[in-house]
């Protein structure tokens, strides 16, 4: 749930708001502007922008990590008996 605070409507950005709004936005406290009452804009320092793009790397790398480790423990792994059977199962793909 975002706080009532911090919502502003974008129409305020038309009648010189935009400081107002941008001010509000501190490390930990997104502002979110609306438009027909709907989020479309989430406001950000960049403090809090590094932090959740390093946050998205970090789990990249993870997935990275979780991908080699069950392909090196053989859960990627199928094995066929027959070329017959490997063209098969490539066909379906």
């Given at each position: 749930?975002?706080?009532?605070?911090?919502?502003?409507p974008v129409s305020q950005f038309s009648r010189g708001g935009a400081n107002a709004a941008f001010a509000k936005a501190t490390d930990g406290h997104p502002v979110t502007v609306l438009r027909n009452n709907e989020p479309v804009y989430v406001i950000i320092t960049p403090d809090d922008?590094?932090?959740?793009?390093?946050l998205e790397r970090e789990l990249e790398a993870l997935r990275d990590a979780k991908a080699r480790q069950?392909?090196?423990?053989?859960?990627?792994?199928?094995?066929?008996?027959?070329?017959?059977?490997?063209?098969?199962?490539?066909?379906?793909?």
């Open positions: 749930m975002v706080p009532m605070d911090s919502m502003v922008y590094r932090h959740y793009s390093e069950q392909a090196l423990d053989g859960d990627y792994a199928k094995t066929f008996n027959s070329v017959g059977e490997m063209s098969a199962f490539v066909d379906e793909l």
